[in-house]
T-cell receptor, first 112, second 112 residues
Framework: GEDVEQSLFLSVREGDSSVINCTYT??????LYWYKQEPGAGLQLLTY?????DMKQDQRLTVLLNKKDKHLSLRIADTQTGDSAIYFC????????????FGSGTRLQVQP | EPEVTQTPSHQVTQMGQEVILRCVPI?????FYWYRQILGQKVEFLVS????????KSEIFDDQFSVERPDGSNFTLKIRSTKLEDSAMYFC??????????FGPGTRLTVL
């Protein structure tokens, strides 16, 4: 079945790079996403990658996909205190449903 | 930028009561979703809706739940007889033909 796993917590210093990791079990995942959730807020789409890509860069964000190991990572360059939030990895499949399966989220704490 | 909106932001109800959670998806979107997040847990898929009918539903979406698109703009989730374990944050999402789902800010449901 579908399962997405993430580490629960990451702490970095302001200005450092953050790397948030995610593993998934279903090799038929077609789309992989990163969402950000700030305290008391909804889910903000940060970026996504199609399964036929290895890397995607969008300003300070870099997504790396290792299909062989079913591993997805999100790198945030020059991490700021405003990046403190919970980051969710999610996957969906090339079916009519396209519902997302989420990981448990990684809480990123940025120390000034 | 268009966004998904949800009302109310917080709903408190007594066990056994009916609640209706409301969502206004982005206007040109065609696919609609409800997810829920029990405090401290993963975001879970409930149901997807397209062309005025349910496309797929999870095992969570039992007979106590129903969805409706009563007019051209609203998308509602009804829980007929709430239980304590229905307490959660409920997120509505919508997408166009692309695979990117946009989420609303959520409704926090508290069942007493």
């Amino acid at each position: 079945g579908e399962d997405v796993e993430q580490s629960l917590f990451l702490s970095v210093r302001e200005g450092d790079s953050s790397v948030i990791n995610c593993t998934y079990t279903d090799s038929s995942s077609t789309y992989l996403y990163w969402y950000k959730q700030e305290p008391g807020a909804g889910l903000q789409l940060l970026t996504y990658i199609f399964s036929n890509m290895d890397m995607k860069q969008d300003q300070r964000l870099t997504v790396l996909l290792n299909k062989k190991d079913k591993h997805l990572s999100l790198r945030i360059a020059d991490t700021q205190t405003g990046d403190s939030a919970i980051y969710f990895c999610a996957e969906s499949f090339d079916t009519g449903r396209r519902a997302l399966t989420f990981g448990s989220g990684t809480r990123l704490q940025v120390q000034p | 930028e268009p966004e998904v909106t949800q009302t109310p932001s917080h709903q408190v109800t007594q066990m056994g009561q009916e609640v209706i959670l409301r969502c206004v998806p982005i206007s040109n979107h065609l696919y609609f979703y409800w997810y829920r997040q029990i405090l401290g847990q993963k975001v879970e898929f409930l149901v997807s809706f397209y062309n005025n009918e349910i496309s797929e539903k999870s095992e969570i979406f039992d007979d106590q739940f129903s969805v409706e698109r009563p007019d051209g703009s609203n998308f509602t989730l009804k829980i007929r007889s709430t239980k304590l374990e229905d307490s959660a944050m409920y997120f509505c999402a919508s997408r166009a033909y692309t695979d990117t789902q946009y989420f609303g800010p959520g409704t926090r449901l508290t069942v007493l």
